[in-house]
């Protein structure tokens, strides 16, 4: 028998989900080389196309240590809003500086460049979405699942890694070197 549009099932190819503080999928960053990053936390990426089966949009949670940095960078292609949780840490949007504290949202349109320094004295926890996927594959290629290995990542390595995910995230170039 035939079916009309309105009769025909479609599989449902997302999963409703209640995801705890410390649900998620748990990744450790491998340390980066010194001079290209100083950030080596662990993360939670907890909805997106594997997690979930988002297709829209992404987001990861993760506590930065004090003193360390989320390099400058930008996302030329998505929208990011920051959420953060806990301790406090110092901004900034396309050189704009600003203070952040517990409770602070942080917007940014595509292709705004910011770096986030937790200048504080306990981690800054936040919560990251973005608009649409990529940057989540660019964490995933940094990082191993929490409990293997991990091994330093190399200036080479890391730099090719970027140059593969240029459509989704941009590092700024150090002082004299090219982008």
């Given at each position: ?54 297709k ?17 960078h ?94 989704s ?11």
């Open positions: 028998t035939a079916q009309t549009p309105q009769t025909v099932s479609r599989p449902r190819v997302s999963t409703p989900l209640v995801l705890q503080s410390s649900d998620g999928e748990a990744r450790m960053r491998r340390p980066p080389p010194a001079s290209l990053s100083t950030l080596a936390a662990p993360f939670l990426i907890k909805v997106d196309e594997r997690n979930g089966g988002a829209d949009f992404v987001i990861f949670t993760e506590d930065v240590p004090v003193g360390q940095t989320i390099s400058p930008r996302h030329p292609h998505s929208e990011e809003i920051l959420f953060i949780h806990a301790g406090t840490s110092t901004a900034w949007l396309d050189g704009q500086e600003a203070k952040v504290s517990p409770g602070t949202i942080i917007f940014m349109p595509p292709n705004t460049g910011v770096r986030l320094t937790n200048d504080g004295k306990q981690p800054m926890s936040l919560m990251a979405v973005f608009s649409r996927p990529g940057f989540d594959k660019y964490q995933r290629e940094i990082s191993v699942p929490a409990g293997e290995p991990v091994k330093p990542l190399s200036v080479e390595e890391l730099t090719a890694i970027r140059a593969r995910h240029s459509q995230v941009l590092y700024d170039p150090l002082p004299g070197k090219p982008r």
